[in-house]
């Protein structure tokens, strides 16, 4: 039986056939539920006096846990399993999004008007005035969300057509939240240089481009590279949505536990694309001191052979040039942050921690340290899960911070942009609602995107 525990994510519904007596629909929820299933509806479909025909659904761990909950009800005597569905893959049939016109075209004056020969008018005026194509084409309100496929969620380098069921749910976010019209675009190819020009090319119907699941350290190079050639913001959500989210949690978990963040020492468990744009962040709004951890250890001045974003981070952090592993490292940390792999660390890793410990272990879809074990010792514990306390997601962060920087006509994405969107998601959670389970607002919470939209307009026109 696996560890995780049910989510919505592997939630299936299973058609079954059973005797129309008065326990038989009692047997299948009772077995589902000792299997480990979460048992969330039973609806009757068909019955006659002899049989009766249920469709039972219920959130499961994984994929393997699914197939035990299914084994553990065909199990049962005189039960037909017909037909088992699995829910998350119901709701992917035929793609997430679609594209559907403003204005209704119901007669020839309309037609005449939104295609030939009105819209000829419109286009000379746009070649007159470049400007003008943020005020009358699709580019005010659009968003290119550019992937290579190359470092996908938890998945690694599985490609651009595997990523695009991610990018299509990244479109639906924008729009469902931020109101910002976003459409994928999947590149088969992992060239910085064919992506860099690729995205400069296809960037005049675009508002803004977000740049999605890039590997590190090409991501750096891309965003670094379009920066300087386009007009438009580019944002790179892996590194600067996870950044301003962890700074939003960070500041309120501070306020929970009565520190300060000049006064706390971070340290953080690798040293990737979202690591490094959260230290900068951190950095940026004055943190006391950070100790950056990946694969080759430590960071630290004394280094040789490292990248350029390593490098940066190792002149940049590490006040005492802290050089041994990651519980050492922990020892009489104030926080913890962890964008890396599961289960690196215990409990008692935790426990070394300074007093009123704060502990995001956001590595998906298992921490670095299973969070019942990190709260027995941390004062504030926080994941990226959605089953948990303190879910740290980025939907958090990029529709406001888009629908601002579109609002706006901003031309390039900033820090002071970030700091701006940190502080308004922090803020949205009450200060008497403050605790250590609530550090961040409901990705639900109406009241965030239009709070960081506005903030991040300020941001953009001083």
Not at 157 to 162: L, S, V
Request: charged fraction near 20%; charge should be negative.
């Amino acid at each position: 039986m696996t560890s995780r525990l049910p989510s919505a994510g592997f939630s299936i519904t299973i058609r079954v056939s059973v005797p129309s007596d008065s326990s038989a629909i009692g047997r299948l929820t009772t077995q589902a539920g000792e299997a480990g299933g979460v048992v969330t509806a039973l609806d009757v479909v068909d019955s006659d006096h002899v049989r009766v025909v249920v469709d039972i659904t219920c959130d499961t761990a994984d994929s393997t846990h699914a197939d035990q909950v299914v084994a553990a009800i065909t199990a049962l005597d005189d039960v037909e399993v017909r037909k088992v569905s699995d829910r998350t893959f119901l709701l992917h049939l035929g793609g997430k999004i679609e594209v559907q016109s403003k204005i209704p075209l119901r007669n020839r004056d309309e037609l005449s008007r939104a295609y030939t020969p009105g819209v000829a008018r419109v286009c000379l005026a746009i070649a007159e005035n470049p400007a003008d194509a943020r005020r009358l084409t699709i580019k005010r309100n659009t968003v290119a969300v550019v992937t290579d496929g190359s470092a996908v969620l938890g998945l690694g380098n599985i490609g651009p057509a595997a990523a695009l069921p991610v990018m299509e749910g990244k479109a639906a976010l924008f729009k469902r939240f931020g109101g910002v019209d976003a459409w994928p675009v999947v590149l088969d190819t992992q060239d910085s240089d064919q992506i860099v020009e690729i995205v400069r090319a296809i960037a005049p119907a675009y508002g803004g481009i977000n740049l999605e699941d890039i590997a590190a350290p090409r991501c750096f190079e891309i965003e670094e590279r379009l920066r300087d050639l386009l007009d438009i913001p580019v944002f790179h959500d892996d590194q600067h949505g996870t950044a301003i989210c962890v700074l939003a949690a960070l500041r309120n978990a501070l306020r929970v536990v009565g520190k300060e963040l000049p006064d706390v020492r971070v340290v953080v468990s690798g040293a990737g694309a979202a690591g490094t744009a959260i230290m900068k962040l951190l950095l940026r709004q004055g943190v006391g001191d950070i100790v950056a951890y990946d694969r080759p250890g430590a960071l630290h001045r004394k280094m040789e052979g490292l990248s350029p974003s390593w490098q940066w981070l190792a002149d940049n952090t590490n006040r005492d040039g802290y050089a041994g592993d990651l519980p050492g490292a922990l020892v009489g940390a104030d926080v913890f942050i962890g964008v890396s792999a599961p289960n690196l660390l215990t409990g008692d890793h935790v426990a070394a921690m300074a007093k009123d410990s704060i502990v995001f272990a956001l590595a998906n879809p298992d921490p670095e340290v299973d969070p019942r074990e990190a709260r027995q010792h941390a004062a504030v514990v926080a994941t990226g899960r959605s089953d948990q306390p303190n879910q740290i997601n980025n939907v958090l962060a990029f529709p406001g911070v888009f629908r601002g920087m579109l609002d706006a006509s901003a031309e390039e994405f900033t820090d002071d942009m970030a700091l701006a969107a940190a502080k308004a998601i922090a803020d949205v959670v009450d200060p008497g609602k403050l605790n250590p389970s609530v550090i961040v607002p409901s990705v639900f919470d109406a009241r965030v995107a239009p709070a960081v939209a506005k903030a991040v307009r300020a941001a953009a026109r001083t």
